[in-house]
């Protein structure tokens, strides 16, 4: 067993650190506090081959593996998971999906504009009433000829304002749950299709997120991802490859709520000596370090099982469950560490808790990851 990163991934750890920390970690708390996504990084960060990690070269990626795809969102998630949750859209539930379900017309359509950050994607799944049971929506596609009429709406999109295109999933066939489920890409250009941004979020208020509108929108047969049917598979492989972005974005939020409370509590005096130095707070910065070095492991173990090909659907909700709610963790000790000052935005664990809150709900809940191992485990599923 070999725990080493190997040249490559060496390389683009150390290149996406050096950019995240001066182009993005500087400018996080004015994002965050002006509620813009910064469009221009992402045409940066595109421009570098950041956008397009496991995509192969012949479509605009820059053909690496998955544990290097995991190195970026733990650099970029370490500055700031709101830029991280756009990436992980663009490149993990967008990209990697129409690299794997698309017919090469789509991939040549699409992959070179997503993967250069010329267009932004999102990911239509959630609905005002369907999010955690994703078989239950109500969004429908009718076929006409050669051509299908979507109608419906989607909630909680992240990208969704300032997507040039997103995958929809729709029902084809009313009450039928995952059998009757499509997947289509949609140009955000299509007459009848509209977003509107959702605002008011505790955190991740650098990211976009917009409810999606389609009236009567009408597009070509060739626009179907996959079958007719095979939506709900789509969408579950896309959370394959999408919660393995988040978890390891949670890692380097971890590992930067634990990095500040060292640094902080090396400064800080109290009762004369560095409160650092007194073992209920080394208690805590204990807990953080093995916490986040044991969300790494599994992080790559999930990683290595993608590497191979092989199904990764345990590996990762194991990896997404643990990371995420050992993030939220790591954030709350940091911010116990700082004493008054962490409850300030002057610092960063007050934005590193707002921000990875969500993280155990989006892409599948914590319930839902351990409904998915328990179901492993037993052979009985909970879902149905
Ligand atoms: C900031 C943000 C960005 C998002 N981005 C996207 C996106 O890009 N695309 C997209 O499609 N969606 C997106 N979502 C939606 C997100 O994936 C859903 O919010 C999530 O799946 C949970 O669904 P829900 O909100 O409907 O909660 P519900 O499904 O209503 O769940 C509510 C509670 O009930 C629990 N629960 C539900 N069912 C069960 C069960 N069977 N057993 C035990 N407990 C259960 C849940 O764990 C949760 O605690 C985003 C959400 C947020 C907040």
């Not at 208020?205 to 009236?215: H, I, M, N, R, Y």
């Amino acid at each position: 067993m070999d725990f080493s990163l190997n040249a490559e991934q060496q390389m683009i750890q150390d290149a996406v650190r050096k950019f995240a920390r001066s182009e993005i970690l500087p400018y996080s708390r004015d994002w965050d506090h002006a509620g813009k996504f910064p469009r221009e990084l992402l045409t940066k960060m595109g421009s570098l081959g950041y956008l397009g990690v496991p995509i192969p070269e012949e479509y605009g990626g820059a053909g690496l593996d998955y544990i290097s795809e995991a190195i970026v969102f733990e650099e970029v998630g370490y500055a700031d998971s709101s830029v991280r949750t756009t990436l992980s859209v663009q490149m993990s539930l967008v990209e990697l999906t129409i690299l794997h379900w698309g017919s090469e017309a789509q991939k040549q359509h699409y992959l070179p504009k997503l993967c250069s950050g010329e267009w932004i994607g999102c990911f239509g799944l959630t609905e005002p009433n369907a999010g955690s049971d994703a078989a239950n929506i109500a969004t429908s596609a009718r076929r006409e000829g050669d051509e299908w009429l979507l109608n419906g709406q989607k909630v909680w999109i992240s990208n969704g304002t300032i997507a040039d295109m997103a995958i929809i999933f729709a029902q084809t066939q009313p009450g039928s749950k995952s059998k009757g489920m499509v997947a289509f890409l949609v140009d955000a250009n299509t007459p009848g299709y509209s977003a509107r941004k959702m605002t008011g979020k505790l955190g991740l208020k650098a990211s976009d997120t917009g409810e999606l509108f389609l009236d009567n929108v009408r597009v070509p047969d060739s626009a179907r991802l996959g079958e007719v049917g095979q939506g709900f598979k789509i969408a579950m492989s896309a959370l394959d490859n999408g919660r393995y972005g988040v978890a390891s974005g949670c890692v380097g939020s971890a590992q930067h709520a634990l990095d500040a409370s060292v640094a902080y509590a090396k400064e800080r005096i109290a009762f004369n000596r560095p409160i650092a130095g007194f073992q209920l707070v080394q208690d805590m910065l204990a807990q953080m370090k093995v916490n986040v070095e044991a969300a790494r492991l599994l992080v790559y173990q999930a990683g290595w099982v993608k590497n191979q090909g092989q199904k990764s659907t345990i590996p990762v909700s194991i990896a997404k469950y643990y990371a995420t709610e050992i993030a939220k963790q790591n954030a709350d000790m940091a911010i116990q560490i700082h004493g008054g000052y962490g409850y300030s935005d002057e610092y960063v664990p007050e934005r590193l808790w707002r921000d990875v809150r969500v993280a155990s709900l989006y892409e599948g809940t914590s319930q839902i990851q351990k409904l998915i191992i328990g179901r492993d485990l037993t052979g009985i599923s909970a879902f149905e």
